[in-house]
């Protein structure tokens, strides 16, 4: 099974609004998803520039799929589901 | 620590940046509130209209301006705007005639909720027991059983929560007001409109209470118009930036002085070159005084909101605090040795440093989050900057003054390496709260035998500062 790979996006913008703390995750990892994840920081991903600022902190999901407005909640749940869509 | 505050503030801060170099700050600034909570969509408060009031009056403390001041209630952001614009190219203090000019913080009334004063009170938990620890533990009598419940005579209750730790069902609550909670100083109290007000002859600028309010409705007067201004003018500004910067920002120091480079920063160096000379100065200085007196003792100087502590709430002891000068200040005289043109700009994670630098001729002061917003509308990411060709890099004793114990040990390094059989009984505060006053107050006393005293109003020291990043 391949390892689901986090790319933290930390351009300025993404990591003053939240992505310093989605730098935590790795350590805080639950348990059960240690090992089948992969966690980069990222020099800015470019995904910032829009008017409203409205999706920083981005994280990119195995290299295609991007979440805006990222918390450790929703990269996790994210994480799961793409461990159990493997499973099936 | 309030996160939905920081980021707002971040984003405001991002914003106002953005609109600035874009030349469209004057016209959007007022829609920025609307634009950021539109109709239709949910509001952090009781409705967008409130959520947007506030964020006027978070704009109006980027502006810099304190809101207790606000003196017209009409007044839009942009004649605030066009104030700061005009009195900067005149070369005038924006702020001058205003009654707080002096004062970094700034409660934001429509913010305040007005939490109800602090209380310990029985809910319907209590199961009226037998045992009854609730009463037999208070040392006031204040707890009686009333109908088969506790009931707490709130004349007598001194809120030291005892019953609360003792009630087996977990049927007596302690509501707190959280900023008196958190001020070490009882500085932050309600007014006659039921709204916190700062008391500035008592307040040390710790920034404990901006930290704390849930309701993010302590705020901080900024300095960003103003360099935004000077940098326009084309003058030649100097980012002092402070050691707690090493673990910020994403990236080392050295590409974070690139940033701030490319940022419009004429000159860049790191704050701990200052230290340096303050761990000179701060040995020379004990050694002096315990030849002197063997049974004195003297504290640390650096941090600014322990030196206001000492200034306004325990005046008996000023002399035991070191006259050595803080980093920043010594890093001042670094770059004003160098060009005495350059202005010069402290960068770093704390609120009472902005007292510290009006006491001692540094321009401005610039938190990181300031930084950091300054940085991200200008598109300047911090991994990818190259490092700054440091002269040399600050030794690594200096650049530790940003953790608990860091001044101490760089000065038993220095005191050891002049004299190797030296003795130096330190201890440190880590973190002034009420209960450390008191513990200060002991040392000073000389009631618990030591000769240094370290004392850092942030627990950790200032890596962990009311304005760092994390």
Same mark, same amino acid.
């Given at each position: 099974?391949?390892?689901?790979?986090?790319?933290?996006?930390? =351009?300025? $913008?993404? @990591?003053?609004?939240?992505?310093?703390?989605?730098?935590?995750?790795? %350590?805080?990892?639950?348990?059960? #998803?240690?090992?089948?994840?992969?966690?980069?920081?990222?020099?800015?991903?470019?995904?910032?520039?829009?008017?409203?600022? =409205?999706? $920083?902190? @981005?994280?990119?999901?195995?290299?295609?799929?991007?979440?805006?407005? %990222?918390?450790?909640?929703?990269? #996790?749940?994210?994480?799961?589901?793409?461990?159990?869509?493997?499973?099936? | 620590?309030?996160?939905?505050?920081?980021?707002?503030?971040?984003?405001?801060?991002?914003?106002?940046?953005?609109?600035?170099?874009?030349?469209?700050?004057?016209?959007?600034?007022?829609?920025?509130?609307?634009?950021?909570?539109?109709?239709?969509?949910?509001?952090?408060?009781?409705?967008?209209?409130?959520?947007?009031?506030?964020?006027?009056?978070?704009?109006?403390?980027?502006?810099?301006?304190?809101?207790?001041?606000?003196?017209?209630?009409?007044?839009?952001?942009?004649?605030?705007?066009?104030?700061?614009?005009?009195?900067?190219?005149?070369?005038?203090?924006?702020?001058?005639?205003?009654?707080?000019?002096?004062?970094?913080?700034?409660?934001?009334?429509?913010?305040?909720?007005?939490?109800?004063?602090?209380?310990?009170?029985?809910?319907?938990?209590?199961?009226?027991?037998?045992?009854?620890?609730?009463?037999?533990?208070?040392?006031?009598?204040?707890?009686?059983?009333?109908?088969?419940?506790?009931?707490?005579?709130?004349?007598?209750?001194?809120?030291?929560?005892?019953?609360?730790?003792?009630?087996?069902?977990?049927?007596?609550?302690?509501?707190?007001?959280?900023?008196?909670?958190?001020?070490?100083?009882?500085?932050?109290?309600?007014?006659?409109?039921?709204?916190?007000?700062?008391?500035?002859?008592?307040?040390?600028?710790?920034?404990?209470?901006?930290?704390?309010?849930?309701?993010?409705?302590?705020?901080?007067?900024?300095?960003?118009?103003?360099?935004?201004?000077?940098?326009?003018?084309?003058?030649?500004?100097?980012?002092?930036?402070?050691?707690?910067?090493?673990?910020?920002?994403?990236?080392?120091?050295?590409?974070?002085?690139?940033?701030?480079?490319?940022?419009?920063?004429?000159?860049?160096?790191?704050?701990?070159?200052?230290?340096?000379?303050?761990?000179?100065?701060?040995?020379?200085?004990?050694?002096?005084?315990?030849?002197?007196?063997?049974?004195?003792?003297?504290?640390?100087?650096?941090?600014?909101?322990?030196?206001?502590?000492?200034?306004?709430?325990?005046?008996?002891?000023?002399?035991?605090?070191?006259?050595?000068?803080?980093?920043?200040?010594?890093?001042?005289?670094?770059?004003?040795?160098?060009?005495?043109?350059?202005?010069?700009?402290?960068?770093?994670?704390?609120?009472?440093?902005?007292?510290?630098?009006?006491?001692?001729?540094?321009?401005?002061?610039?938190?990181?989050?300031?930084?950091?917003?300054?940085?991200?509308?200008?598109?300047?990411?911090?991994?990818?900057?190259?490092?700054?060709?440091?002269?040399?890099?600050?030794?690594?004793?200096?650049?530790?003054?940003?953790?608990?114990?860091?001044?101490?040990?760089?000065?038993?390094?220095?005191?050891?390496?002049?004299?190797?059989?030296?003795?130096?009984?330190?201890?440190?505060?880590?973190?002034?709260?009420?209960?450390?006053?008191?513990?200060?107050?002991?040392?000073?006393?000389?009631?618990?035998?030591?000769?240094?005293?370290?004392?850092?109003?942030?627990?950790?020291?200032?890596?962990?500062?009311?304005?760092?990043?994390?």
């Amino acid at each position: 099974m391949d390892k689901v790979t986090v790319e933290i996006c930390c =351009g300025t $913008a993404c @990591y003053l609004l939240g992505a310093a703390r989605l730098m935590e995750l790795e %350590a805080n990892l639950p348990e059960e #998803l240690k090992g089948k994840v992969e966690f980069e920081a990222k020099a800015c991903l470019g995904m910032c520039n829009d008017d409203r600022l =409205g999706g $920083a902190p @981005y994280v990119r999901v195995n290299g295609s799929e991007v979440i805006a407005n %990222a918390t450790p909640d929703a990269v #996790l749940a994210r994480i799961r589901t793409l461990l159990e869509m493997e499973d099936l | 620590m309030n996160q939905a505050a920081q980021y707002i503030r971040r984003e405001l801060a991002i914003r106002l940046v953005r609109a600035f170099d874009a030349g469209t700050l004057r016209d959007e600034i007022d829609n920025i509130p609307v634009k950021l909570r539109p109709k239709n969509e949910p509001s952090s408060r009781c409705c967008i209209y409130h959520d947007r009031a506030v964020l006027k009056y978070r704009l109006m403390a980027l502006l810099g301006y304190s809101i207790e001041d606000e003196s017209d209630e009409a007044k839009t952001l942009a004649s605030y705007l066009d104030d700061v614009v005009r009195d900067v190219a005149e070369g005038k203090d924006p702020y001058a005639g205003l009654e707080h000019k002096m004062a970094p913080l700034s409660v934001c009334g429509p913010a305040c909720s007005g939490c109800p004063d602090a209380k310990v009170v029985t809910t319907e938990n209590c199961r009226g027991c037998f045992a009854r620890p609730c009463m037999y533990n208070c040392p006031k009598k204040a707890v009686s059983i009333v109908g088969g419940r506790s009931v707490i005579d709130q004349s007598l209750c001194i809120k030291c929560g005892k019953c609360v730790a003792a009630c087996p069902y977990h049927a007596i609550v302690k509501t707190t007001v959280p900023c008196e909670d958190a001020c070490p100083v009882g500085a932050i109290k309600k007014n006659e409109f039921g709204v916190a007000q700062i008391n500035f002859e008592k307040c040390i600028f710790c920034g404990k209470c901006f930290n704390q309010c849930p309701f993010g409705a302590v705020m901080e007067r900024s300095q960003l118009m103003e360099i935004l201004l000077a940098m326009k003018k084309g003058e030649k500004l100097v980012a002092m930036v402070a050691p707690a910067a090493a673990k910020q920002f994403p990236g080392t120091i050295e590409q974070l002085l690139t940033a701030c480079k490319k940022a419009g920063f004429a000159e860049v160096m790191e704050v701990a070159l200052g230290a340096e000379k303050t761990t000179r100065h701060e040995t020379a200085e004990f050694v002096e005084r315990y030849e002197k007196d063997p049974k004195m003792i003297m504290t640390t100087s650096c941090c600014p909101a322990w030196v206001n502590l000492v200034a306004k709430h325990m005046p008996e002891f000023i002399d035991k605090v070191s006259l050595t000068p803080s980093p920043m200040v010594y890093s001042r005289e670094l770059m004003k040795e160098k060009d005495p043109t350059l202005k010069t700009v402290f960068i770093g994670p704390c609120v009472a440093k902005r007292s510290e630098a009006r006491r001692k001729d540094v321009d401005f002061v610039l938190s990181f989050e300031e930084l950091g917003a300054i940085l991200a509308a200008r598109d300047i990411d911090v991994m990818s900057c190259e490092a700054y060709p440091l002269e040399r890099p600050a030794e690594a004793t200096a650049r530790n003054y940003s953790h608990s114990c860091g001044v101490t040990e760089a000065v038993i390094a220095e005191a050891m390496s002049r004299t190797p059989d030296f003795k130096l009984n330190s201890k440190q505060i880590n973190g002034i709260d009420k209960k450390s006053v008191a513990m200060i107050r002991l040392h000073l006393m000389g009631k618990i035998p030591t000769n240094f005293l370290e004392v850092m109003a942030c627990p950790g020291g200032c890596e962990n500062g009311p304005c760092s990043l994390r």
